[in-house]
């Protein structure tokens, strides 16, 4: 299905908003670049979208990069590929490449590489005459190290580059736009705490990641600029053995995005305050700049729970929910999925059952086939 408009670009240069049925307007978190919010992955967005504390996997990269230096293997790669949005469009897809190298045993390298297409957008003048199509697209090329610090405690830092081109360089309206460039680093933390129980060997675990700290994106030669969404996630796990060959996992994440929250009263006052606000200025005005005080503030942090069941490390059964307030983008889902793990190669599939109505996320699909690396580089010796 062809979509006909430019304005449905724009609509995903923002925020992908999902409006509540009620009298209350919602005012949500308004920022550029929303690809870069959207799990890429199947085992995290299979438990709800979460995976700050969850045990370390191939693609830690997007929800923990500090997880890398507790993973069991020393190599691994994955590709993950994303039908996005498919009640709406069929041809809007977000592909990901990640990988990771423990070179020593407390550090670790990893990088990803995440590629947005918006599919073919066919153009259209005020008369109703065609103008050609455009294929808008968004990436992102990160690359990050991982150290533990203590025996239990790892740490990481990421820097990012980041591509929006929404229009391919051709002018809307009579204004020229132009592709956005911006640049970002991520900050994480995690803590695996080991506790001995009579059926083997849990772990209590935590994890933090503040994402996309960086500069604002610009799509008309600076004249105007957008916040980046910039995230902040906290998030737990706790790894229970049943016995020897089950293990059960419980996880729960936490999500506040660091981005201001527009006032539309400061607006008329001065149509310029958001362009002149500079990244950290906005960084720390979101934790209070909200119209409707404290109340909305707490409105804006949107919450993840998800289990995950596993039987001789081969077979992973997996649920969750993801909760947002309706006032902050109302994406209320149930997520569910399946994992099978066949010596160094493992395929995980994922499921979105929405909770509110006319959610355009329902029944989205996301695939990751993985690699053991170092497990492979041994089995062909």
Known sequence: MKKVALFLVLLFSVNSVIFADDDTPPNPVIYSVPSLTISPEARGAAMGDLGAATEADVSSQFWNPAKYVFAESDAGMAFSFTPWLRRLVDDINLSYLTGYWKFHPRRALSASLRYFSLGQIDMYNANGGSEGSVYPNEFALDVAYSQ??????????ALRLIYSDLNNKRSLGGTETYPGVAVAADVAMYYKNPIQLPTGDANLNFGLNISNIGSKISYDENATSMFIPTTFRLGTSFDYPIDEFQSFSVSADAYKMLVPTIDYLKVAEDINYYNNMTPLQGIISSFGDAPGGFTEELQEIAWSVGAEYAYNKQFFVRAGYFN???????????????????????????YVISVAQTNPLDQTLRFSLSFDLFGLQNLLR
């Not at 533990?148 to 830092?157: E, H, Q, T, V, Y």
């Not at 947002?324 to 994922?350: C, I, P, Y």
């Open 148 to 157: 533990k610090l203590f025996d239990n405690f790892s740490a990481a830092a």
């Open 324 to 350: 947002e307030h309706q006032n902050k983008g109302n994406r209320k889902f149930f997520t569910a999925g399946a994992g099978f793990k066949l010596n160094v190669f493992q395929l995980d599939a994922s």
